[in-house]
């Protein structure tokens, strides 16, 4: 018989299959008891701990550490996930407390008024403590578009005030702005950056020209989805605020692939999708909002509390949630936590740049993605002369079971792949990318 138990202290590398089908049986059936989704997860952690131990000390384990890791994952034996953006793969305990707190509301939905509210408190809290904020600046809202459209609609503008954006900014980050613009009047700037971007220096003092007495809002992508760019918002942010402008980030991307510090970056506005990189999943967001911003930014929705909640809870003032997303975003950062974020962020720089470093050999091959750390994370995105991007998502596919997308379009010579390196993904699945391309661009 198969039980969780038994893994538990258990080999790390050869448990978490049967785990996996144990689990799959017990959604199936009608065992599916509270009691067993936290034996599952204890089961996981305690794998998770046994494995620590192995590599204690060491900030940057070798593959056999992430290929266990990458049994707690739930996405199907064999596929080879190297494209986080839209949705990205969950752990186990988070599924398991998803399932777990839909199913207390099913079973006892009193316990939604009596103890919901202060769990979801704790998720908030821990959510801070994650990403070096505090608990007054931090907003739970459904994803990264409703958030850039908080910061959009909740800022008194007037018409003709200016609001810069790069040339590479993604729908969910322009159209809150052009609704703004179409309705009150204010300009949109756009301001060019490169592809592959030169330095920080280029970054920001190609901002920095484009700023006038009527600027108010830098609303610019912080994990760039076109380019994988990370844009040093940390500098950013120290100009405009030497100009008075506030800047807003679409970081997507960055909450569970980075190492994030909202205090270091001192960032006015963040917002970010935790079921990209974090594990989440869908209809759960973070937007951060710094606590000297928060005096300038209006609540867009409204019911008690939007006047006389002092933190960043005001902007959330929406009425009943799914409870559950918000307790599995806080499983999902305990998971992360087990690992380590900084150890998490260093291993998918080691890939991408493991990665981008195979592909400068290869003749042909254009790297639209810093090959520096600071300015690139987990997104790397290339073209190939003479080879149709869809092309190599197609063969990668069939050939090898890698999931990789297509990026930007060829009027605006951004057009490419886009290839995700997740802690998840080992150097041998990277090699299996490179590879493929190789053998296109040798036809080619
Ligand atoms: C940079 C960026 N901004 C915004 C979004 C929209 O995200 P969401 O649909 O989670 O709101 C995405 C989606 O991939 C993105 O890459």
Not at 120 to 140: Q, T, Y
Not at 288 to 301: C, H
Request: hydrophobic residues 40%; proline residues 4%; glycine residues 10%.
């Amino acid at each position: 018989m198969i039980t969780a138990d038994h893994e538990a202290g258990g080999g790390a590398v050869s448990t978490g299959i049967s785990r996996r089908t144990f689990t799959k049986a017990l959604i199936g059936g009608s065992a599916l008891s509270l009691a067993a989704l936290d034996r599952l997860s204890a089961s996981v952690y305690a794998s998770l701990d046994a494995l620590n131990q192995q590599y204690l000390n060491d900030p940057s384990p070798d593959g056999a550490y992430w290929d266990a890791l990458r049994e707690h994952y739930m996405f199907q034996e064999g596929l080879i996930m190297m494209n986080n953006g839209t949705v990205g793969p969950m752990p186990e305990p988070v599924f398991n407390t998803l399932v777990k707190y839909f199913k207390v509301q099913c079973e006892q939905p009193c316990d939604v008024y009596n103890t919901f509210a202060s769990r979801v408190d704790g998720v908030r809290e821990n959510l801070a403590r994650f990403i070096g904020a505090s608990v007054d600046e931090v907003v739970l809202t459904h994803n990264t578009t409703e958030g850039m459209n908080f910061v959009a609609h909740g800022l008194d503008l007037e018409p003709g005030d200016e609001i810069l954006m790069s040339n590479m900014e993604h729908p969910g980050g322009i159209n809150p702005w052009k609704l703004k613009a179409a309705r009150y009047g204010v300009e949109i700037k756009e301001v060019p950056i490169g592809l592959p971007p030169g330095s920080v220096e280029e970054l920001v003092d190609a901002f920095e020209s484009a700023i006038t007495s009527r600027t108010k809002v830098i609303s610019v992508s912080h994990t760039v989805f076109i380019s994988g760019l990370i844009f040093p918002i940390k500098e950013l942010s120290e100009m405009a605020h030497r100009h008075g402008v506030v800047v807003l980030a679409d970081s997507a991307h960055g909450l569970g692939m980075l190492d994030l510090d909202m205090h270091d970056m001192g960032v006015d506005f963040f917002a970010s999708s935790p079921y990209k990189w974090l594990g989440a999943p869908t209809g759960i967001g973070l937007l951060y909002v710094r606590k000297e911003a928060q005096e300038r930014l209006w609540p867009t929705i409204a019911t008690s509390g939007w006047d006389n909640t002092s933190s960043a809870s005001r902007y959330e003032t929406l009425g009943q949630r799914a409870d559950a997303l918000a307790f599995a975003m806080g499983e999902a950062i305990d998971f992360q936590n087990r690992v380590g974020k900084a150890r998490i962020d260093r291993r998918i720089k080691t890939l991408a740049s493991h990665l981008k470093g195979g592909l400068a050999e290869i003749p042909g091959a254009r790297l639209h993605t810093s090959k520096d750390c600071y300015l690139s994370g987990g997104l790397t995105a290339f073209s190939m002369a003479g080879v149709d991007p869809q092309q190599i998502v197609d063969y990668l596919r069939e050939r090898y079971n890698i999931v990789v997308r297509t990026i930007g379009n060829e009027a605006a010579g951004t057009h490419g792949v886009r290839v995700s390196t997740h802690v998840f993904v080992n150097l041998e699945q990277v090699d299996r990318v490179l590879d493929g391309v190789r053998h296109l661009a040798a036809r080619a």
